[in-house]
């Protein structure tokens, strides 16, 4: 359905289906009709692509995703929001509409299902109250996909494009930079939802990397490294590391010198390779 950015329209629609919004569930819908078109755009939607998109709302994301890409997939956990996809989206039979929670969807085998010899993207304006833990879903679990390309809200966008060794950066950032390579591509000012939130938006894409920049022996190790050091964020590297994992300090220090690093370093201080590189040093020192 066209229009689906009109005010008026999408409370006839809402109405008639007896909808009321869930701040719980983070239900700000686009309304402004030049954002979708974006994101389908720089995220992928084209011929030869099949597109997972993760929470539908009312279909907006979903039709413009529809009109470029072969075929999408639409999750969408409130099931009160079906009957309302089913009329917005009558006239797009590329479409399939999935009633699910994305943390528990089996999204490989989805992919295996519905993609097969497609190149698959994700596409979403995400629900903020999960922003991080979807993200990491997608990057952790190596799913055959090219790009994930969401709306976050605007501080978790620079965090998560934040490059690994600055001031900006957090735990999060490691794990992005080792899984892919992230593009702030625009902002969203709140004024473009409904309802409007407190907070102004952006879009970002992660293009999936064939491999890590970075090689580490034990990725669980390496990601519970990075997890400890900015676990307490104030707090030397040395002093996060050995009170999270509850390691000896001295194990933790002669790490940190092996790693050619000051004794009073701060995590945020270390690039991608430098952490991986004290994180090798660390579990071959625990072996010992
Ligand atoms: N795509 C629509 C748009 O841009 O207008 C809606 C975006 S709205 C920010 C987020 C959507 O995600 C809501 O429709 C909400 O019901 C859905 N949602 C929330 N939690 C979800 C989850 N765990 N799994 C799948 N969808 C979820």
């Known amino acids: ?36 078109p974006r994101i389908a755009e720089m995220g992928n939607a084209k011929k030869g692509f099949g597109i997972i998109e993760i929470g539908a709302g009312i279909g907006v994301l979903t039709n413009e995703l529809a009109k470029r890409a ?21 006239d797009r039979d590329n479409v399939k509409v999935l009633r699910g929670d994305v943390m528990k969807a089996d999204l490989h085998s989805l992919i295996k299902d519905e993609f097969e010899g497609l190149e ?14 979807v993200i990491m879903r997608l990057l952790e679990d190596r ?11 605007k501080e978790a966008g620079d965090r998560l494009c934040a490059q690994t060794g600055t001031r900006e950066c957090g735990a999060v950032s490691y794990a992005v930079r080792y899984f892919s390579e ?25 293009d999936i990397l064939p491999q890590p920049p970075v090689k580490v022996s034990d990725e669980k190790f390496f990601f ?11 707090k030397t590297l ?8 509850g390691m000896d300090k001295r194990i933790v220090e002669q790490a940190v010198s092996a790693a050619g690093l000051s004794p009073s370093v701060r995590p945020e201080a270390l690039t991608l390779e430098k952490m991986a590189e004290f994180a090798e040093v660390l579990n071959k020192s625990e072996k010992l």
Request: overall charge positive; hydrophobic content about 40%; glycine content about 4%.
């Open 1 to 36: 359905m066209e229009g689906l950015y009109d005010v008026k329209k999408i409370r006839e629609i809402l109405g008639r289906h007896d909808f009321s919004f869930s701040k719980k569930l983070g239900q700000n819908f686009l309304t402004d009709p030049s954002v979708c």
């Open 70 to 90: 072969d075929k999408v997939c639409a999750l969408e956990v409130d099931e009160r929001l079906l009957p309302v996809l089913a009329e917005t989206l009558a």
């Open 120 to 133: 698959v993207a994700v596409c979403a304006n995400l629900p903020y109250y999960i922003t991080s833990p």
């Open 143 to 153: 799913l055959r996909i090219v790009s994930a390309t969401v709306m976050v809200q």
């Open 182 to 206: 992230p593009k702030r591509l625009f902002n969203v000012s709140r004024g473009c939802f409904m309802p409007s939130p407190n907070v102004d938006s952006c879009v970002v894409r992660f």
């Open 224 to 234: 519970s490294v990075v997890k400890a050091a900015f676990q307490q964020r104030r």
């Open 238 to 245: 040395c002093n996060s590391v050995s009170s999270a994992l």
